[in-house]
């Protein structure tokens, strides 16, 4: 193995194991929906495996592209910036996940650097590490704009990842946020990769894409968060059509083509998707019974616009708490992981748990804390 691959560390994992063994624990820690898939996405999945299985194409199903052009389009702008979007520019994945593993692997030599925003979902520092980049964290936005360490990072970078909603803080881009990033990452020359996985979960104000102000860009997507199909594992990424033909190859070694049934299952997802709206409404009603507690106890935090996040200061090295809160019944993330300011933060998902659970794991968290 080579050593880059086995320094690497899965901490956050740690959490969850330890977690597993009390049976009575508030799990706030796991980041997936306490939805299952809805009926009707796994009856059309049972109706389709009477058919042939068969490999697709690298690509993915046409109908599936189809679909995800679709549901893009119902977004305030589509990007990348001048595309007349089309099944052409989409490539389905297994999961946002490879997605990213891909455009990482064919557009960063290992000279190359990425410039991440602090905090940042944990495993695109992994993707870089296993690939052999180089990677930077800076705070992207400060008072509603760009700071001037990640406007140099920008220009000093092959390519900057966004996540927006984001894991693990819920912040949501504004407009002016998506144009200043997207304009300043075009005119630097440096490629822009927008996660937008959870963008149909988002309170309060529009989804707006970086992606849509940046003609060098590409966004990633999934049905895993907002459609409830975690384990059915169908992303994609969008791009102009040229590096498309490049992520196809490095799709080719690792999978060759995802799953035929799942690809399927998902085509009845996107376009049939009424449970979507149910989902973000419960979500949204945690998110404000998530919010007020941490109020209540003056908690250090910014309100999630978006996913089904939080992630408040809690004062003390979040290793040691959140193994310690486990032992008292409430499972936590440390956010130490998520980058170097977070060292004294938490972050609590309010998406796999219902609202008495979530009470709960706070009643444990307030006497801790207040």
């Known amino acids: 193995m080579r050593q880059r691959v086995g320094d690497l560390?899965?901490?956050?994992?740690?959490?969850?194991?330890?977690?597993?063994?009390?049976?009575?624990?508030?799990?706030?820690?796991i980041g997936q929906p306490s939805f299952d898939t809805p009926e009707h996405i796994k009856e059309k999945a049972r109706e389709e495996l009477s058919k042939e299985q068969s490999y697709t194409s690298l690509y993915g199903l046409q109908e599936l592209r189809e679909a995800a052009v679709e549901g893009e389009k119902k977004k305030q702008k589509v990007g990348p910036k001048g595309i007349d979007l089309g099944p052409e520019d989409v490539m389905v994945t297994v999961g946002a996940t490879q997605a990213l593993y891909a455009i990482f692997a064919s557009m960063l030599s290992t000279e190359d650097k990425v410039v991440l925003d602090d905090p940042c979902w944990v495993p695109y520092k992994t993707i870089s590490e296993v690939n052999g980049n180089r990677w930077e964290q800076v705070d992207f936005f400060e008072d509603g704009g760009l700071t001037e360490e990640a406007k140099r990072e920008i220009e000093d970078s092959e390519m900057v990842v966004v996540n927006t909603p984001t894991n693990p803080t819920g912040h949501a881009l504004t407009k002016k946020e998506a144009?200043?990033?997207?304009?300043?990452?075009?005119?630097?020359?440096?490629?822009?990769?927008?996660?937008?996985?959870?963008?149909?979960?988002?309170?309060?104000?529009?989804?707006?894409?970086?992606?849509?102000?940046?003609?060098?860009?590409?966004?990633?997507?999934?049905?895993?968060?907002?459609?409830?199909m975690t384990g059915w594992r169908i992303g994609w990424l969008i791009a102009?059509?040229?590096?498309?033909?490049?992520?196809?190859?490095?799709?080719?070694?690792?999978?060759?083509?995802?799953?035929?049934?799942?690809?399927?299952?998902?085509?009845?997802?996107?376009?049939?998707?009424?449970?979507?709206?149910?989902?973000?409404?419960?979500?949204?009603?945690?998110?404000?019974?998530?919010?007020?507690?941490?109020?209540?106890?003056?908690?250090?935090?910014?309100?999630?616009?978006?996913?089904?996040?939080?992630?408040?200061?809690?004062?003390?090295?979040?290793?040691?708490?959140?193994?310690?809160?486990i032992e008292k019944g409430v499972a936590m993330v440390p956010g130490e992981p998520f980058g170097p300011g977070s060292k004294e933060k938490v972050r609590l998902c309010f998406g796999s748990a219902d609202k008495e659970e979530i009470n709960r794991g706070l009643d444990i968290l307030e006497q801790e804390l207040v």
């Not at 994992?13 to 063994?21: D, G, H, N, T, V």
């Not at 996660?195 to 988002?202: M, S």
């Open 179 to 228: 144009k200043e990033l997207g304009e300043y990452a075009d005119d630097s020359g440096t490629l822009l990769v927008s996660d937008e996985v959870y963008h149909r979960f988002v309170y309060d104000r529009d989804h707006y894409s970086p992606t849509a102000y940046c003609e060098n860009s590409i966004v990633v997507g999934s049905v895993s968060k907002s459609h409830a």
């Open 240 to 325: 102009h059509e040229e590096p498309i033909e490049d992520f196809k190859k490095v799709s080719r070694a690792m999978i060759g083509c995802p799953p035929k049934i799942n690809q399927l299952a998902s085509i009845h997802a996107i376009r049939n998707d009424r449970h979507v709206d149910n989902m973000r409404s419960v979500y949204k009603e945690r998110r404000d019974l998530i919010d007020r507690r941490l109020n209540e106890m003056n908690l250090d935090f910014k309100e999630p616009q978006g996913s089904f996040y939080v992630f408040p200061d809690v004062g003390r090295d979040s290793w040691d708490f959140c193994l310690e809160m």
């Open 9 to 29: 560390s899965l901490s956050i994992r740690k959490i969850s194991e330890k977690a597993s063994k009390h049976e009575d624990c508030v799990r706030l820690d």
